[in-house]
């Protein structure tokens, strides 16, 4: 019963290194998001990916790559990581309804705590 | 563009007294509306959602939430707050005919006074 799972839960980097946050949903699911949670800011999308082999860029992209793996899972890529992409990261996924679109709420991971000095 | 306000970063309500966390909405078609609530170290989880038909809405842990189309409003209310209702709530929007996305509101932290 696990949902979505992201790792790693707690991360600390240097400015300009580079990393990589995984996702991975077990429900089948055909949608899947990143986003970045900053105090005060909610939460803002930083990538999509509608299906498998597909990914559009959301509110904040800049700073970011996504690759959408297979059904399952999708990463997200920090090529040079800034002090400005210190955050909580958060994955999540959804079905599309039957009128294909947004009716269906997005199941969510627990974060990944991301600290960049 | 569909948007979401959320008043109040901050409430506080004592214990057995009416919670309400207020959520207005923009958008130009029919949207879909979304309470999530996130407890500290932990991802959103689904309180309730209102797509079509009754307006009233009920949730999980007993919150319910009202769609007003005329206010373009979607508060969220629980009669009696109790202690472990302390989490932050974000009221989220989304589109019909769109896309897959949700737009998120700020999110209200609730904070429970005993």
């Known amino acids: 019963n696990a949902g979505v799972t992201q790792t790693p839960k707690f991360q600390v980097l240097k400015t300009g290194q580079s990393m990589t946050l995984q996702c991975a949903q077990d429900m089948n699911h055909n949608s899947m998001y990143w986003y970045r949670q900053d105090p005060g800011m909610g939460l803002r999308l930083i990538y999509y990916?509608?299906?498998?082999?597909?990914?559009d860029k959301g509110e904040v992209p800049n700073g970011y790559n996504v690759s959408r793996l297979n059904k399952r899972e999708f990463s997200l890529r920090l090529e040079s990581a800034a002090p400005s992409q210190t955050s909580v990261y958060f994955c999540a996924s959804s079905v599309p309804g039957r009128e294909r679109y947004s009716n269906q709420p997005q199941h969510f991971g627990d974060g990944t705590r991301l600290s960049i000095l | 563009a569909q948007s979401v306000t959320q008043l109040g970063s901050h409430v506080s309500v004592s214990e057995g007294a009416l919670v309400l966390l207020r959520c207005n909405y923009s958008?130009?078609?029919?949207?879909?509306l979304f309470w999530y609530v996130q407890y500290p170290n932990q991802g959103l989880q689904l309180l309730l959602k209102y797509t079509t038909g009754a307006t009233l809405v009920k949730g999980i842990n007993g919150f319910e939430a009202e769609f007003k189309k005329s206010e373009t409003s979607f508060h969220l209310t629980k009669p009696s707050a109790h202690m472990s209702d302390a989490a932050e709530y974000f009221c989220a929007v989304s589109v019909r005919f769109r896309d897959d996305k949700i737009i998120f509101g700020k999110g209200t932290r609730l904070h429970i006074l005993p």
């Open positions: 990916s509608a299906s498998e082999g597909t990914t």
């Open positions: 958008s130009s078609v029919p949207p879909y």
